[in-house]
Structures are given as structure tokens and as C-alpha cells.
């Protein structure tokens, strides 16, 4: 069974910066990618930045320039660095892992971590 377990939420102020961390336990027989979404109040979930096995990485337009995604292939960790933060990013960050493990492609997902930006 796969578990993310994320952290590194938090409060922080406008123009400040704050890293999550996603960690994944369980077996992966292959990895594809790994990465993160966001909803706010009321907004749908949406894909913030991904990145695969092969450390090819997709950001959102709203986050280009601003938040970096790297992975620790070995700990099959995750990490969203957020420079410049910006009072819209206040989001639930949810990790995902995509890949194939118990002989089925899956997906899985953390259980959101708070990140508040005030103005």
C-alpha cells in the first residue's frame, strides 16, 4: 500500500517563500511522476508542477518563475520550493505519486497541507 505524507504548510506573509515536502512509503515497481496540486476555497483542484522519472518537469503558468519542483529519487520524496508567495496561492497542497506498484498503474495521493498567504 502507498502513503504520501506531506509537509511544510504553513502561514506566511507576501513575497516570503516556504518548501513542501511529500514523502512516499511503499513499494513502486515504476515510477512516472510525481507532483502537486492545489484547490482554494471554492476553486477546483488544479496542477501546480509535476515531475517525472526521468526529472522532466511541467509548472502551471500561475507558478512559472516563482515555484521549483525537485524529487529525491532515492527517499521518493517530492519537494514544491515557493519563492515570492503571493496572498493567491492560499491553497490545500495535495502530492500525488503516478506510477505502477501491486501490478496495477495508480495513483496516489497526501492528505493536503495547509498553505495560507497573507497580504
Known amino acids: 500500500q502507498m502513503h504520501l505524507v506531506e509537509s511544510g504548510g504553513g502561514l506566511v506573509q507576501a513575497g516570503e517563500t516556504l518548501t513542501l515536502s511529500c514523502a512516499a512509503s511503499?513499494?513502486?515497481?515504476?515510477?512516472?511522476?510525481m507532483g502537486w496540486y492545489r484547490q482554494a476555497p471554492g476553486k477546483q483542484r488544479e496542477l501546480v508542477a509535476s515531475?517525472?522519472?526521468?526529472?522532466?518537469?511541467n509548472y502551471a503558468d500561475f507558478v512559472k518563475g516563482r515555484f521549483a519542483i525537485s524529487r529525491d529519487s532515492a527517499e521518493n520524496t517530492v519537494y514544491l520550493h515557493m519563492n515570492r508567495l503571493k496572498p493567491e496561492d492560499t491553497a490545500v497542497y495535495y502530492c500525488?505519486?503516478?506510477?505502477?506498484?501491486?501490478?496495477?498503474?495508480?495513483?496516489?495521493w497526501g492528505q493536503g497541507t495547509m498553505v495560507t498567504v497573507s497580504s
Open positions: 500525488y505519486l503516478h506510477g505502477w506498484w501491486s501490478g496495477f498503474l495508480r495513483t496516489a
Open positions: 511503499g513499494i513502486i515497481f515504476r515510477l512516472n511522476a
Open positions: 515531475i517525472t522519472s526521468t526529472d522532466s518537469t
